[in-house]
């Protein structure tokens, strides 16, 4: 793609843009980016990566091949209706705009090839895990397009539209919840003697190492956990604090309430 304007420059619009750009798979000459009035975000972001910045006028909107829906969910309707007048017939829509559904879409900037993905910000290190579902108009050439485009920034699973609210839920808030994990483990290592930085450098390793094991493996999470778990040891010990203090329900919690509020933030558009 010759022209792609991100709409939108924040975390995850650079996030995309580090990725593609330490990937090569999309040059810098080629990514535009544009936001609602912070001036020095956007010169931060062209001076990190030599991508351009949307003039005034919004010319290079009219020839892009690609826009990229990177606003708030609030924001993205009167976005959409600024951008609208500006489209060709052929210019294709990417957006991470959680919960706006490509109908709606399809209703503010017409009937042409639109993918709704849902990556997160891991795709800054060419990790993310997204969702992507395309409406009808894209061909198989312009689907295979994005396909690479999404792979060069982690790995991407094809899902049913309403599907996209669990993915949101799971892997788009994700990497929030682990850094939470992260955080939890620092307050708890410190507590018992160990510096921030040695629990930091421990938990961090230790779901690497996790993580890895479990794509390696092909062993079930379960047993790989039994593995751990030495009978009246230590983890045995710990499990049982989770189980007393419902972490699985708080899991269940996060994933239900996260999911049903992208399905709010689709229902109020
Ligand atoms: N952050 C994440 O982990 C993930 C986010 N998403 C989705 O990505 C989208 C963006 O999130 P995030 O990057 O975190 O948000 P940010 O708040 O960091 O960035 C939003 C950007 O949108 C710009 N903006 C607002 N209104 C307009 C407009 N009318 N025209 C052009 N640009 C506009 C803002 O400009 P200004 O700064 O000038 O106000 C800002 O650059 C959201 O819809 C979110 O659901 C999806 C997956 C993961
Ligand atoms: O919190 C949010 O709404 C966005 C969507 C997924 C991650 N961040």
């Given at each position: 793609?010759?022209?792609?304007?991100?709409?939108?420059?924040?975390?995850?619009?650079?996030?995309?843009?580090?990725?593609?750009?330490?990937?090569?798979?999309?040059?810098?000459?080629?990514?535009?980016?544009?936001?609602?009035?912070d001036?020095?975000?956007?010169?931060?972001?062209?001076?990190?990566?030599?991508?351009?910045?949307?003039?005034?006028?919004?010319?290079?909107?009219?020839?892009?091949?690609?826009?990229?829906?990177?606003?708030?969910?609030?924001?993205?309707?009167?976005?959409?209706?600024?951008?609208?007048?500006?489209?060709?017939?052929?210019?294709?829509?990417?957006?991470?705009?959680?919960g706006?559904?490509?109908?709606?879409?399809e209703?503010?900037?017409?009937?042409?090839?639109?993918?709704?993905?849902?990556?997160?910000?891991?795709?800054?290190?060419?990790?993310?895990?997204?969702?992507?579902?395309?409406?009808?108009?894209?061909?198989?050439?312009?689907?295979?397009d994005?396909?690479?485009?999404?792979?060069?920034?982690?790995?991407?699973?094809?899902?049913?539209?309403?599907?996209?609210?669990?993915?949101?839920?799971?892997?788009?808030?994700?990497?929030?919840?682990?850094?939470?994990?992260?955080?939890?483990?620092?307050?708890?290592?410190?507590?018992?003697?160990?510096?921030?930085?040695?629990?930091?450098?421990?938990?961090?390793?230790?779901?690497?190492?996790?993580?890895?094991?479990?794509?390696?493996?092909?062993?079930?999470?379960?047993?790989?956990?039994?593995?751990?778990?030495?009978?009246?040891?230590?983890?045995?010990?710990?499990?049982?604090?989770?189980?007393?203090?419902?972490?699985?329900?708080?899991?269940?919690?996060?994933?239900h309430?996260?999911?049903?509020?992208?399905?709010?933030?689709?229902?109020?558009?």
């Open positions: 793609m010759q022209t792609i304007v991100f709409a939108g420059a924040g975390s995850m619009a650079e996030a995309m843009i580090q990725g593609w750009v330490k990937e090569g798979v999309v040059s810098p000459k080629s990514i535009h980016i544009m936001n609602k009035s001036r020095q975000k956007l010169n931060r972001i062209a001076d990190a990566y030599g991508v351009q910045i949307v003039s005034d006028s919004l010319d290079v909107v009219k020839v892009a091949d690609c826009i990229i829906l990177a606003m708030k969910p609030k924001d993205v309707i009167k976005g959409m209706e600024a951008l609208a007048p500006l489209l060709q017939e052929h210019t294709a829509v990417l957006s991470v705009v959680a706006i559904s490509i109908a709606t879409i209703n503010s900037l017409g009937k042409r090839p639109i993918a709704r993905v849902m990556p997160n910000t891991s795709a800054t290190i060419g990790m993310s895990a997204s969702g992507v579902s395309f409406n009808e108009q894209i061909d198989a050439s312009l689907k295979q994005f396909m690479t485009m999404l792979e060069a920034i982690g790995t991407v699973i094809e899902v049913e539209e309403d599907k996209l609210h669990a993915v949101t839920a799971v892997s788009g808030s994700g990497p929030a919840y682990l850094y939470y994990l992260v955080e939890a483990f620092e307050q708890a290592g410190v507590k018992y003697g160990l510096s921030r930085e040695v629990v930091r450098s421990l938990a961090v390793q230790t779901i690497a190492g996790a993580a890895e094991m479990l794509k390696q493996s092909t062993e079930e999470p379960t047993e790989l956990r039994r593995k751990v778990t030495s009978p009246g040891g230590t983890t045995e010990a710990g499990i049982k604090a989770l189980e007393e203090n419902h972490f699985k329900d708080a899991i269940m919690a996060c994933i309430d996260a999911e049903a509020k992208s399905r709010e933030l689709a229902q109020s558009e």
